[in-house]
Nanobody
Framework: EVQLVESGGGLVQAGGSLRLSCQAS????????IGWFRQARGKEREGVAC??????????NYGDSVKGRFTISSDNAKNTVNLQMNSLNPEDTAVYHC???????????????????????WGQGTLVRVSA
């Protein structure tokens, strides 16, 4: 059974950092793409970052709003995908979910419903709150 469990959310002041983790089980990372998505209250779900491939040759991609501030990484031996978030601002406040796809291309990462539909397994999410 595929399971994805997020952790690391919390309250942080603007300009601060948080590190989210997605602990995965029940599948191999070899052919998987793991994405981080977020949904703020009253807004549509947005793609944050994705990673696919092996440790030494992983493809990564980012949403425009987080490029240069967030970094996604994976530890395939530990079945963990991490999201390092720096220079946080109040607009980053959202519930962050990690999700799994065996069909999506990380190179084509996006926020459209059609792209997100390729991610069939989702974690429960972790709340990130950034105060001004």
């Amino acid at each position: 059974e595929v399971q994805l469990v997020e952790s690391g959310g919390g309250l942080v002041q603007a300009g601060g950092s948080l590190r989210l983790s997605c602990q995965a089980s029940g599948f191999s990372f070899d052919n998987a793409v793991i994405g981080w998505f977020r949904q703020a209250r009253g807004k549509e779900r947005e793609g944050v970052a994705c990673i696919g491939g092996s440790d030494g040759d992983a493809v990564t991609n980012y949403g425009d709003s987080v490029k240069g501030r967030f970094t996604i990484s994976s530890d395939n031996a530990k079945n963990t995908v991490n999201l390092q978030m720096n220079s946080l601002n109040p607009e980053d406040t959202a519930v962050y979910h990690c999700a799994l796809s065996f069909w999506a291309s990380c190179s084509d990462f996006g926020s459209t419903p059609l792209y997100q539909a390729q991610f069939r397994s989702w974690g429960q999410g972790t709340l990130v709150r950034v105060s001004a």
